[in-house]
């Protein structure tokens, strides 16, 4: 489908952000010539007036380089074979680019700072928008290098940053796409065809897309292990080299998580993995031999569960009324203010996505086809939407953005919310059995198999750091053993699973992965306490996660709505969740 033939209440109006090009034009000319107000201050943030009117004129610019910049990429993205708005992006881009280099001086200055100064400007009330920020440097200081060594690394960082550029170009422009027959036709083996390719009902389908594909990686494993094997290195030298103990200490630092936090998932999800095997075993039964290209396959068939996007929306905003009124209300002004790109059509970005400005209110990217995954794709992004609403109204600008650790919980407690709804409706045995299987493979995936990735990439970076650098040979051991403890004996561990880590992108990211499970732990316990805890729970969930932002650490503004991922008993609440769903699931015949 053609753009011009969507439409209009279906695309979305970036006026919000700016009225029309020339207006972006305006403020691109006049944001552009006032990045160099910046210079002025080089040199005299140890003068606390100063340091005020530095940090307030970064973000003033700040927020109008970042409407810029989202509103160009929003642009480009209806249309990114357009060049024109492939260079209006570009410019973008630029601008973005030239203001993260003219405020390079801020944070060595501020981080020179003694640590009394830095006391003394957190006191300050004039410095209240700051004070997290200001805190988080502070306990940076010790792993701050001097001026000549952080010039190195920053300069360094193009090369050693280069590993996961290496894999993209591995994974997404040398491999070839190959054909599978499917249903009579020859369709080509793809990053998407492949994962529907193992949801299809013919075993002979899945069986010859699983080999295909892992013979793309087998074929260049060593040059992907290579990569990937420098990339932990990499890790664990700079980790060194500022004074942390492990890579993962200092990623865990960064977002200011404590370390436990990691430990922690891992020891609950080990617990719970004899669920895991009950499932894996119901699974053998229902399809008979199973093998790891059965995973994806669904287990119920013949369930009409799809609907149109009007009929969708309106699902979505009964199964949020639990959030209140003014919840609702807001998701209904998204869809009338036409916040929401709806349609594919030629050209758009695929996937989803919910972005927006501050101040300008957040938008939502779909590529809606009807699909069941399509109607909870609709809640998860409103979910993104509306922590960022809340979030810019009750924070300024630098408090607003929230961190990637709650990035995936208010998006995850909306579809876990939807889920409830539709089971709480679903009067057909087959389609509730299908919601039930979507909820466990929704576990099964985010927070079994993620965490099974986190303790890959953890094994690997320890054995590194003892110096037993990853090999191809240790490397596929690790990956293999891990997947026999997660899936048990009911599976075949398939020979070629044993690659499976060489293709995920994710690990590129250390330490990253961890976070989706994390994530689903923590939205099962709030939309339980949504669902069960009247006003009390709604408002502390308003009050404490959807307004924090990210005024404090990520794990404290958790903490403080409730979910304390320190403790055992989020993790329990959601295993718990596991095991009655798949009691039920089973139950029905």
Same mark, same amino acid.
């Given at each position: ?13 970036? /006026? $919000? ?25 080089? /040199?005299?943030?140890?003068?606390? +007036?100063?340091?005020? *009117? ?26 990114? @074979? ?25 944070? =060595?200055?501020?981080? @020179? ?21 200001? %805190? ?13 060594? &952080? ?63 892992? *013979?793309?990686?087998? &074929?260049?494993?060593? #040059? ?22 492990? *890579? ?11 370390? /436990? ?10 617990? @719970? ?32 569960? %799809? ?33 929401? +790109? ?30 069941? $995954? ?6 998860? !992004?409103? %979910? $993104? ?7 810019? &109204?009750?924070? =300024? ?30 009067? +057909? ?70 690659? !499976?880590?060489?293709?995920?992108? $994710? ?11 994390? /994530? ?49 008993? =989020? ?9 009655? #769903?798949? *009691? ?6």
């Amino acid at each position: 489908m053609k753009r011009s033939e969507v439409s209009e209440e279906y695309k979305w109006d970036l /006026g $919000h952000m700016f009225p029309n090009r020339l207006d972006w034009e305006k403020t691109f000319s006049i944001t552009s010539r006032r990045l160099g107000e910046l210079k002025k201050f080089k /040199g005299k943030l140890s003068n606390p +007036d100063m340091a005020i *009117a530095l940090l307030r004129l970064a973000d003033e610019l700040g927020c109008e380089v970042e409407r810029l910049y989202v509103y160009a990429n929003m642009l480009m993205h209806t249309n990114g @074979a357009d060049g024109e708005l492939v260079a209006l992006a570009s410019r973008a881009g630029t601008l973005s680019a030239d203001l993260g280099a003219a405020l390079s001086f801020v944070d =060595p200055e501020l981080t @020179a700072l003694s640590d009394a100064e830095l006391d003394d400007m957190i006191a300050d009330p004039r410095f209240a928008d700051y004070e997290y920020t200001l %805190g988080r440097i502070k306990a940076s200081k010790p792993h701050v290098l001097g001026e000549k060594e &952080e010039l190195l690394v920053a300069r360094l960082s193009e090369v050693t940053g280069a590993f996961r550029d290496i894999f993209e170009k591995i994974d997404s422009v040398d491999l070839p796409h190959p054909t599978v027959r499917v249903g009579g036709m020859k369709v080509p083996l793809t990053h998407g065809t492949y994962s529907q390719m193992l949801q299809n009902p013919d075993r002979a389908v899945r069986k010859k897309a699983f080999t295909t594909y892992y *013979a793309l990686y087998e &074929e260049r494993i060593n #040059t992907i292990a290579a990569c990937y094997a420098a990339s932990v290195r990499r890790n664990n030298i700079m980790a060194s080299v500022r004074g942390y103990e492990s *890579a993962m200490q200092a990623s865990m630092t960064r977002d200011d998580v404590p370390e /436990g936090v990691y430990d922690r998932l891992i020891d609950a999800v080990n617990g @719970a993995l004899p669920s895991l095997h009950e499932y894996v075993d119901y699974r053998r039964l229902v399809l008979g031999d199973l093998h790891m290209y059965d995973m994806y396959v669904p287990l119920t068939e013949g369930v009409e569960f %799809g609907m149109d996007y009007e009929k969708a929306f309106d699902v979505v905003c009964e199964a949020l009324a639990p959030l209140g009124d003014e919840y609702v209300s807001r998701l209904r002004e998204m869809k009338s203010e036409r916040r929401i +790109d709806v349609m594919e059509s030629e050209g758009k970005r695929g996937g989803a996505y919910s972005w927006g400005a501050y101040g300008s209110g957040p938008y939502v990217l779909l590529n809606y086809s009807g699909t069941p $995954h399509d109607v909870f794709t609709i809640a998860h !992004e409103l %979910g $993104h939407a509306m922590h960022s609403r809340y979030s810019d &109204e009750a924070l =300024p600008y630098n408090k607003a953005g929230y961190s990637i650790f709650v990035a995936e919980v208010a998006s995850t407690t909306n579809e876990v919310l939807l889920l409830k709804y539709l089971l709480s409706v679903a009067k +057909d045995v087959n389609v509730r059995r299908y919601l039930l299987s979507y909820y466990l493979d929704m576990f099964r995936t985010t927070l079994f198999r993620q965490t099974m990735f986190a303790e890959f990439e953890l094994a690997v970076h320890h054995a590194d750091a003892k110096g037993e650098p990853p090999t191809v040979e240790s490397m596929n051991k690790t990956y293999l053993k891990l997947n026999k403890k997660y899936y048990g004996k009911g599976v075949t561990h398939d020979r070629q699973i044993r690659l !499976e880590w060489a293709r995920i992108p $994710h690990f590129y990211n250390a330490f990253y992965v961890y976070k989706y499970a994390t /994530g689903l732990t923590a939205a099962v316990t709030l939309a339980g306490s949504i669902l069960s805890g009247g006003d009390f729970g709604r408002e502390r969930y308003f009050n404490k996660f959807l307004k924090a932002g990210g005024s404090k650490s990520p794990y404290e503004i958790l903490r403080d709505a409730g979910v304390d991922l320190m403790t055992e008993r =989020p993790y329990e609440t959601a295993m718990l969740e596991f095991r009655n #769903t798949l *009691a039920e699931f089973t139950s029905l015949v």
